[in-house]
Structure formats: structure tokens, C-alpha cells
């Protein structure tokens, strides 16, 4: 894929960037010579990441909670300071707990609404101004939500998460029509069951419910994809990557799924 010069130079802040998709997304941006200011809640895989693309771009690194607004605020203003305006922002952070409904409780709900739609929420309210200022001078913007098939679908016993990722693919559809006059896009990636740490986790508990093996667990998990196989992160980051592109001007309020296939019986 082609990048442009003005492409190349702008500024992408990431955030949930210390593992898994966050990471893939973080070195495909980078290795096409996009500024990025990575954000996460591991400060040493943060800065070992961020050590490790420097070679490719400038690269900073800010640990936040993404649900703490005023937090928020303030690492996106000194990342501006840093490096310039925002012109991309990948909404990627993300947390998934299954439980049975009835088992859910209040405090599992919110964490679900707080970390993923919340969190979402907060990080584009406070790089918006600095985006718009952007498109003032000719430099469009690219609001990238990372979702789920399950903001797509249902699923079992991931209630809370099936609605907080549901509520991104809301904001998603909204926030596109009220900016599509203003040279921003937005758009949301529903990826399927990803090789990521959320499915090791989802693989332990099927392992402590049934008692299958983690490798039959990891299939069946797979096996919901009609491809038979696991999405992987770098899948994830290339759409990532053609999104950012000037060739997806016209793509505006989309749910793309990465999934093999799986919703489209």
C-alpha cells in the first residue's frame, strides 16, 4: 500500500498499544512512517514497543486509564505538544469478562460500559479538536473504533461486552454522519476470535468449565470461524493501515468484520 508524503508525517495516537492487536496496528502504522503516540497501562511494554519502533518514526509512550476523562485529557494535550495535531486516533483498548446474566452484577456491567464504549468515548472527545483543526489545513481525519463481532451479534454469556461493544458500533454510525462534512471519517473493525491475550483468557475458561484440553478449547473457538482458524493481529492492523490510506476517503460509518466469514450466514 502507498502512503503519502502528508500521510506519512501524521500524527496517529493508538491507545490499548501494549499487546495483541494494539501492537500489530502500532507497527504497521509505524514501519509507514506515521508519528505515533502509543497509550496503555503497562508502562514497560509500552516503552520496550515504543524503543522498538523509534527506528521507524518518532514514537512516544503515555501509561493512562483510558476511563479517567481528565487523565485523558491531559496525556492527549502533552502528546500534541510533542508531536502535532492529532490526525488518527485507533480506539483499540478493549476488555472482555464472560458471565452468566444472572451472574452479572452491576460493578461487571459498568466496567464492561466503562472500559469499552466509555473509554472510546473519552479518547475521541479529547483528540476532536485538535483533528478539526487539522482538516483546516487540508490534513483529513480518521477515527478508527476497534469493536467485535460481538457488536455485531450476539453472544452468550459476554452480555455486558456484547452491548458496551454494540454501543461502539452506535457511536461509530453517529459520529460519522455529524463529521462526514467536516474531512474526518469513522469507522469501526469488528474483528472475530483473535490470537490475542482476551482469547488466551476465553481458552482458560473454557478449559475450567468443561475440562477440555486448551488446545481443543482453542478449537472450538476456531471452529466458529468458517475458515476454520484463528484471525490474527496483523490481519487487524492492515485494515487498520488501508483505513488511514487516502484510497478509503469514501469509507464513512462502516462496521467491517474480520471474522472468515462468520456473520455472513
Known amino acids: 500500500m502507498t502512503i503519502s508524503a502528508m500521510q506519512s508525517q501524521r500524527h496517529a495516537v493508538i491507545t490499548g498499544a501494549s499487546k495483541g492487536i494494539g501492537v500489530a496496528i502500532a507497527k504497521n502504522l509505524a514501519q509507514a512512517g506515521f508519528h505515533l503516540t502509543l497509550l496503555g497501562r503497562n508502562e514497560g511494554r509500552l516503552e520496550k514497543i515504543a524503543t522498538a519502533l523509534k527506528p521507524f518514526t518518532q514514537t512516544q509512550a503515555f501509561t493512562v486509564d483510558i476511563t479517567d476523562q481528565l ?51 473519552n479518547c475521541t472527545q479529547a483528540v476532536l479538536p485538535s483533528m478539526l483543526e487539522a482538516t483546516k489545513q487540508g490534513i483529513s481525519g480518521r477515527i478508527i473504533n476497534i469493536s467485535s463481532t460481538a457488536g455485531l451479534q450476539g453472544y452468550a454469556y459476554v452480555t455486558a461486552y456484547s452491548a458496551a461493544k454494540h454501543g461502539v458500533i452506535g457511536l461509530t454510525r453517529a459520529l460519522a454522519l455529524e463529521l462526514a462534512r467536516k474531512g474526518i471519517t469513522v469507522n469501526a473493525i469488528c474483528p472475530g476470535y483473535t490470537e490475542t ?25 476456531a471452529s466458529k470461524n468458517p475458515q476454520q482458524r484463528l484471525v490474527q493481529p496483523e490481519e487487524v492492523a492492515r485494515a487498520v493501515l488501508w483505513l488511514c490510506s487516502s484510497g478509503s476517503d469514501a469509507i464513512n460509518g462502516q462496521a467491517i468484520a474480520i471474522d472468515g466469514g462468520e456473520l455472513a450466514g
Open 71 to 121: 487523565a485523558i485529557q491531559a496525556v492527549i494535550h502533552k502528546a500534541i505538544a510533542l508531536l502535532g495535531p492529532v490526525h488518527i486516533l485507533v480506539n483499540n483498548a478493549g476488555q472482555a469478562i464472560s458471565q452468566p446474566f444472572e451472574k452479572t452484577t452491576l460493578a461487571l456491567w459498568q466496567q464492561m460500559l466503562d472500559v469499552n464504549l466509555t473509554g472510546t468515548f
Open 197 to 221: 491475550d482476551l482469547l488466551v483468557e476465553a481458552i482458560e475458561k473454557i478449559v475450567q468449565k468443561t475440562g477440555k484440553t486448551a488446545e481443543q478449547a482453542r478449537q472450538t473457538l
